[in-house]
């Protein structure tokens, strides 16, 4: 048995479609105008379940997460990821340490981040721009970059005897994210970055 959510339709280019059981969770977290603006998106679509939505046609799949672990999704949504080089977003209350991961095309984020003044951006963004960066959606337009390069900095400091296949990983995500490929390039951006802010 096939699932639905790969049946195939007409894609639309550069779009996001937001799937959240409980459609008043916005409420909570963004000011009435954010909503009706974010609802008025051309590239943004609103839906309380899968249904019979075809997710192939979305670049960006943004899922409240106990919807994927009721549904059993997730096995699936990895497919899309893999095979389809779409851009998930978990999105739960219960998430306390934000990660993107999956070559930047996966990320797991508290629901007060998601409903953020940063969504509305980030979706005008992903319709505007050529490339999809998940951090955005995290830190802002302007300054996604400078706190994940302080967090490879981080990273680098690391102890080679203490360090693990996930903080190898993650270092590995942020420099190709990037383009970052050795300590003196990445505090030369570091610098440039912060006499900007």
């Known amino acids: 048995m096939v699932s639905s959510i790969f049946l195939s339709s007409t894609r639309m280019s550069k779009s996001i ?8 969770r916005p409420s909570l977290h963004l000011p009435e105008d954010a909503i009706r603006q974010l609802h008025s998106l051309p590239n943004v679509r609103f839906a309380s379940s899968i249904g ?3 997710l192939k046609q979305f670049d960006v799949i943004a899922i ?9 999704l997730f096995n699936e949504l990895d497919k899309l ?12 209350g219960g998430v306390s340490q934000q990660t993107v991961s999956e070559r930047g095309h996966k990320a797991t984020i508290g629901s007060e981040i998601f409903y953020s003044s940063n969504l509305i951006p980030f979706c005008q963004d992903i319709q505007e721009t050529e490339s999809i960066q998940l951090y955005k959606l995290l830190y802002g337009n302007t300054s996604w970059e400078l706190p994940i390069l302080m967090r490879l900095r981080q990273l ?5 005897e203490e360090e693990n296949e996930d903080v190898e990983d993650e ?9 970052i490929t050795s300590y003196d390039e990445l505090n030369n951006k570091i ?7």
Do not use: C, M
Not at 65 to 72: D, E, G, L, P, Q
Not at 81 to 88: A, F, G, T, V, W
Not at 191 to 197: E, S
């Open 17 to 24: 479609v937001i799937i959240d059981d409980r459609p008043n």
């Open 52 to 54: 019979d939505l075809d």
């Open 64 to 72: 409240h997460r106990s919807y994927v672990v009721r549904a059993k």
């Open 81 to 92: 990821i893999k095979d389809y080089s779409k851009y998930l977003i978990l999105f739960s």
């Open 156 to 160: 680098y400091w690391i102890d080679p």
């Open 171 to 179: 270092k590995e995500e942020i420099e190709d994210t990037l383009g």
């Open 191 to 197: 610098a440039q970055l912060a006499r900007t802010v």
